[in-house]
Nanobody, 125 residues
Framework: QPQVTESGGGLVQEGGSLRLSCTAS????????MGWFRRAPGKERESVSC???????PWYKESVKGRFAISRENANTLYLQMNSLKVEGAAMYYC???????????????????WGRGTQVTVSS
């Protein structure tokens, strides 16, 4: 049964850091791109970052470039290092597996499956 499980969320002050992890099982993790998404209250789910199957080509939402870093260990784990967190970054964060090995120019939710339940990130001012 394909499954992903996110962890690492929590409460952090603005300007602080968190490292999210996503553990995958039940599908060929090392053959697919993986993505991080988030949904803030009252807003649509949006893509934050994506990384190709090899871990060599990352993509970032413009507003997180230079502050977030995506990486993967191709056994089964995906990470998102989040630095200089802003209040507007507070959301439920999800990881998901792409249906392909590469990230598109602007990853969309319908390009991904095997969604996790999410991990909550709260940023206080």
């Amino acid at each position: 049964q394909p499954q992903v499980t996110e962890s690492g969320g929590g409460l952090v002050q603005e300007g602080g850091s968190l490292r999210l992890s996503c553990t995958a099982s039940g599908f060929p993790f090392d053959r697919v791109a993986m993505g991080w998404f988030r949904r803030a209250p009252g807003k649509e789910r949006e893509s934050v970052s994506c990384i190709n199957w090899a871990g060599s080509i990352p993509w970032y939402k413009e507003s997180v470039k230079g502050r977030f870093a995506i990486s993967r260990e191709n056994a089964n784990t995906l990470y998102l290092q989040m630095n200089s967190l802003k209040v507007e970054g507070a959301a439920m964060y999800y990881c998901a597996a792409s249906f392909t090995g590469d990230c598109s120019g602007s990853p969309q939710t319908n390009e991904f499956g095997n969604w996790g339940r999410g991990t909550q990130v709260t940023v206080s001012s």
